[in-house]
């Protein structure tokens, strides 16, 4: 799996921060941006005491766009389930697969049943066969395996990212997701290190 931040809101804590204390100042916005930098103790107490207290709204305001690649067709079938989000996926009606864009994921406990890769292989040629028979790839791919990988790009504002990180990484969320939210947290958690700062805390201790 391949997962990278294409683009993201510049200074993500910084505009939520200006987002939140707009909400309860009088303050000229230069003054607000100048709090930022002069207190920095301050941006982390006021958004971490809004988050706790559920006051998500001001989240929005930064977003952050993922490609990914590799990663199964079961599993893009969970992420578009994020309805708050933007995705752009690699279509199998105009997209033939092959050698490059032809792969499978295979959980580890199956990788030791060769019948299993056999069927993906099979799958796959068959697949090939009826395509180039003329079969239009819209009803050729339904011989697919759903291990079959695909690319991917998501577009998620914080809160959303926050609602994301909070069930995929939670360890009832099937594996593969798992891997993919972990690998997106620790993309964005430099970038943003208040607005992630709780969820880094109970998800990615271990690492540490």
């Known amino acids: 799996m391949r997962v990278e931040l294409l683009s993201y809101t510049p200074e993500p804590d910084l505009i939520v921060f200006i987002a939140a204390r707009l909400c309860y100042s009088s303050l000229e916005i230069e003054r607000i941006k100048s709090e930022f ?8 107490k006021l958004l971490s005491n809004l988050i706790e207290k559920g006051h998500h709204s001001v989240l929005e305001h930064a977003s952050f766009t993922f490609y990914i690649e590799g990663i199964s067709r079961i599993t893009t079938h969970q992420l578009v389930r994020h309805r708050i989000a933007s995705y752009s996926q690699q279509s199998q009606r ?3 697969l092959g050698d490059k864009w032809g792969t499978f994921v295979v959980p580890d406990s199956l990788k030791d049943v060769p019948e299993v ?30 291990g079959i990988t695909s690319r991917i790009i998501v577009t998620m504002n914080a809160r959303e990212l926050r609602h994301f990180f909070s069930l995929r990484l939670h360890p009832s969320a099937q594996w593969e997701i798992r891997d993919l939210a972990r690998r997106m947290l620790n993309l964005v958690k430099d970038k943003a290190p208040i607005i992630f700062a709780d969820i880094c805390e109970k998800y990615l201790k271990e690492e540490k």
């Open 117 to 146: 890769r056999d069927f993906m292989k099979a799958s796959l040629k068959l697949y090939q066969k009826l395509v180039d028979e003329g079969i239009p790839r819209e009803d050729a791919r339904y011989v697919l395996s759903q």
């Open 37 to 44: 930098y002069e207190k920095p103790d301050y941006p982390r």
């Open 94 to 96: 105009y997209v033939k």
